[in-house]
T-cell receptor
Framework: DAGVTQSPTHLIKTRGQQVTLRCSPK?????VSWYQQALGQGPQFIFQYYEEEERQRGNFPDRFSGHQFPNYSSELNVNALLLGDSALYLCASSLVGRASGEQYFGPGTRLTVT | KQEVTQIPAALSVPEGENLVLNCSFT??????LQWFRQDPGKGLTSLLLIQSSQREQTSGRLNASLDKSSGRSTLYIAASQPGDSATYLC???????????FGQGTRLTINP
């Protein structure tokens, strides 16, 4: 049973550029959430996708956008990159309607903006 | 607004000791609480999930408790080992959209 996978593992971009990160949820899961984790901090919720729509959004600017595909995989796009966007980006999957609401995380994508 | 605090930020103990990590949250109307482990530069590994109707959960040498009324959870690690060295994060979730709110974590070092 494949867990949550993310690609790429590492990424280096220049300020002002755009980046796309990808996530495949755990088999059987239909909901994908994205989190940003700055060094030494806990993860911060960016947004959540279910049924190909953004279901909830955290306190992040519109430069952060996403998409969910019919196979439940998801992309996170960040435009006009800033130095402060350097972080570990984590994807989590879960199953809507499951009482426990347990979330499973992928290995993350380390984004460095120079 | 839900806030989650973990104290201490860092902890160093000798191998074999039993230890307790603390997590507190401001809004008691949570759906469940999840404890995670994170190795440096890696993703999160779920350790234990406690639903709001439960008081504790156990997995091997780990035991997590939840007291919603006081807004507290503890993670007890028995007979600590060097392999337990990692950052431990707690997160709470409210019903509905399943958004996790995390603490900043406790960085645990077990010295051989």
């Amino acid at each position: 049973d494949a867990g949550v996978t993310q690609s790429p593992t590492h990424l280096i971009k220049t300020r002002g550029q755009q980046v796309t990160l990808r996530c495949s949820p755990k088999s059987g899961h239909d909901t994908v959430s994205w989190y940003q984790q700055a060094l030494g901090q806990g993860p911060q919720f960016i947004f959540q996708y279910y049924e190909e729509e953004e279901r909830q959004r955290g306190n992040f600017p519109d430069r952060f956008s996403g998409h969910q595909f019919p196979n439940y995989s998801s992309e996170l796009n960040v435009n006009a990159l800033l130095l402060g966007d350097s972080a570990l980006y984590l994807c989590a999957s879960s199953l809507v309607g499951r009482a426990s609401g347990e979330q499973y995380f992928g290995p993350g994508t380390r984004l460095t903006v120079t | 607004k839900q806030e989650v605090t973990q104290i201490p930020a860092a902890l160093s103990v000798p191998e074999g000791e039993n230890l307790v990590l603390n997590c507190s949250f401001t809004d008691s109307a949570i759906y469940n609480l999840q404890w995670f482990r994170q190795d440096p530069g890696k993703g999160l590994t779920s350790l234990l999930l406690i639903q709001s109707s439960q008081r504790e959960q156990t997995s091997g040498r780990l035991n997590a408790s939840l007291d919603k009324s006081s807004g507290r959870s503890t993670l007890y690690i028995a007979a600590s080992q060097p392999g337990d060295s990692a950052t431990y994060l707690c997160a709470v979730i409210k019903g509905g959209a399943q958004k996790l709110v995390f603490g900043q974590g406790t960085r645990l070092t077990i010295n051989p």
